[in-house]
């Protein structure tokens, strides 16, 4: 049995490392990619897998970067089974003070970084390939100081379906995960207190989801066992796009 191949983006940290290494472990190649090269070293130096992995700086929202990335990937492993698009950035601003420039960067790695690397790396990819997007509980429910990177991702789940029907013709699945607070080296440094009271308070879990309890669904999507899931999003976010009002409250009465 050949060497399944994976290549995954933002993969210097977060959520898309957790990925990566959960391919390793499942005994892939991973080609890890990120717009950061100096952390991205560091990365690959602290994974020590020279044999297995492959180092790519690019910004996923150039088409000429893109495509040259993936052409290392083809070089270096010859076949991709499996693309995590998580390459991401946010802005976190009233919608009235979001500046053109902000909400099209935004776009441009969240939306038309996903739609550059699927066109670039389907060519490598056969008939049970899967591709899976990272968007957002942002793109499910309207939140506050992300109208770039809620729309951005939104779209992208959009973009999820577009694809999942295309390329169902070649036997590739395309399905998305959407994050909700994920207790990320990011998060820890820009959620106060009070957000994280305010997750807490409107998550039926009642934490912060981990980066690990996403990568098992990332490479679920990624697997065999998925082999009859494609055009979803699959929200991993403690149940919190499933409830309304009232769990505060619920809560208190239960504790009564």
């Keep these: 049995m050949s060497v399944k191949s994976a290549l995954v983006t933002g993969a210097a940290r977060g959520i898309g490392l957790a990925t990566a290494r959960r391919f390793l472990a499942d005994g892939y190649r991973v080609a890890l990619l990120d717009i950061d090269g100096e952390n991205l070293a560091r990365t690959l130096a602290g994974l020590d897998e020279p044999e297995r992995t492959l180092s790519l700086t690019c910004d996923v929202g150039a088409a000429d ?3 040259s990335a993936v052409a290392q990937v083809k070089a270096r492993f010859g076949a991709l089974d499996a693309l995590v698009n998580n390459a991401g950035v946010a802005v976190f601003k009233p919608a009235l003070d979001t500046t053109l ?3 099209q960067r935004t776009l ?3 939306l038309t970084g996903p739609f550059l690397m699927i066109k670039a790396a389907v060519p490598l990819m056969g008939k049970g390939a899967a591709i899976v997007n990272i968007t957002s509980i942002s793109g499910l429910r309207a939140s506050a100081m992300r109208v770039a990177y809620g729309t951005s991702k939104a779209a992208l789940a959009h973009l999820t379906k577009q694809f999942a029907l295309e390329l169902s013709v070649r036997g590739i699945r395309v399905n998305s995960v959407a994050p909700g607070p ?3 080296a990011m998060a820890k440094a820009v959620h106060s207190n009070a957000i994280r009271a305010d997750y807490h308070d409107a998550i039926p879990l009642g934490r912060y989801g981990l980066e690990e309890e996403l990568a098992e669904a990332i490479c679920f999507l990624c697997s065999e066992r998925a082999s009859y899931i494609t055009g979803q999003t699959l929200a ?4 919190f796009d499933a409830i309304g009002i009232g769990l505060p409250t619920f809560r208190k009465d239960m504790d009564a």
């Design 182 to 184: 994920v207790d990320t």
């Design 108 to 110: 441009d790695v969240n």
């Design 65 to 67: 970067q893109v495509d």
């Design 101 to 103: 420039a902000e909400f």
């Design 236 to 239: 991993v976010d403690g149940g």
